[in-house]
């Protein structure tokens, strides 16, 4: 069956570290978004990508970057980690957005970051 | 003010009661409408779609207000395993990508 997987599932850093959180999907998707959800926040968009060598910039973008070599896979990289950007992120993609009846986005399992 | 608000709740419920729960919206020019549960510690799935017509799905109802902009989700009969957050997600009101409400925790007890 068709899946998203995120690794690692739980992950220790220290602050100022480089850390790269995976994500891969097997739907053959074009869309890949990436999350973070914080308590008093909800899920709030990070980086999202519409295809292969397509990147954007979501709402809270700053500290992270992505790249998308493949159709599969959006690996989200936090550059140099901060406490503040400890919290559970999730993955996710999707065949389209839009149009009610149009499928919509089927998430990772997520990856719970702890920055000390 | 937030794009998309929801009661964070809890709201604790007994077993077979009918809940409803209300997420207002705060750009008119919003295109779809869902709903999608998280269960503690998971990712959020898609519960359903909100059409303008109002949809039905078993026991869940959803629907559309897009005169005051808010959309519904009514549960009957609730079960225990209905415990769980309910997110109110939005799409079309900034650069076409999805706005999720905080969410609103349901409580269903014996």
């Known amino acids: 069956d068709a899946e998203i997987t995120q690794s690692p599932r739980h992950k220790i850093t220290e602050t100022g570290r480089q850390v790269t959180l995976a994500c891969h999907q097997t739907?053959?998707?074009?869309?890949m978004f990436w999350y973070r959800q914080d308590l008093g926040h909800g899920l709030r968009l990070i980086h999202y990508s519409y295809g292969v060598h397509d990147t954007n910039k979501g709402e809270v973008s700053d500290g992270y970057s992505v790249s998308r070599s493949n159709t599969e896979d959006l690996p989200l990289t936090l550059e140099s980690a901060a406490s503040s950007q400890t919290s559970v992120y999730f993955c996710?993609?999707?065949?389209?957005?839009?149009?009610?009846?149009?499928?919509?986005?089927?998430f990772g399992p997520g990856t719970r970051l702890l920055v000390l | 003010r937030k794009e998309v608000e929801q009661d964070p709740g809890p709201f604790n419920v007994p077993e077979g009661a009918t809940v409803a729960f209300n997420c207002t919206y705060s750009n008119s020019a919003s295109q779809s409408f869902f709903w999608y549960r998280q269960d503690c510690r998971k990712e959020p799935k898609l519960l359903m779609s909100v059409y303008s017509s109002g949809n039905e799905d078993g026991r869940f109802t959803a629907q559309l207000n897009r005169a005051s902009q808010y959309i519904s989700l009514l549960i009957r009969d609730s079960k225990l395993s209905d415990s769980a957050t309910y997110l109110c997600v939005v799409i079309g009101g900034s650069g076409n990508m999805l706005t999720f409400g905080g969410g609103t925790r349901l409580m269903v007890k014996p």
């Open positions: 739907w053959n998707h074009n869309n």
């Open positions: 996710a993609s999707s065949e389209k957005l839009g149009l009610a009846g149009e499928k919509t986005q089927y």
